[in-house]
């Protein structure tokens, strides 16, 4: 699975440089693998796509597309900060 996040924006008009990720996740370790392919199925995207986020215009906004095998289309979503769990924070902090 391949992730690619471009994180952009920022809090109140304080606007972040916009960063970008390219993750394989066949080249991470098995903990992390597990981790990441867990956090960014398509599934587990659109369900976080579809949460409630008052006050989120002012937060940074991620990117996210996810290529699996050949089989699969790329499956993309914009998240806002707030619309993602601690964790899956976490994880992008860490790759």
Not at 4 to 15: L, V, Y
Not at 36 to 63: H, I, V
Request: hydrophobic residues 40%; charged residues 20%.
């Amino acid at each position: 699975m391949i992730i690619e996040i471009r994180s952009h924006g920022g809090f109140g008009g304080i606007a972040a440089a916009a960063q970008s990720r390219r993750i394989d996740t066949d080249a991470q370790p098995a903990e992390m693998r597990a981790a990441l392919c867990a956090a960014f199925r398509p599934g587990a995207l659109s369900e976080l796509a579809r949460t409630p986020c008052p006050g989120c215009p002012d937060r940074m906004r991620y990117a996210i597309t996810v290529t699996g095998d050949a089989a699969n289309a790329p499956h993309s979503v914009t998240l806002s900060e707030g619309q993602l769990p601690p964790e899956m924070l976490d994880l992008i902090d860490s790759v």
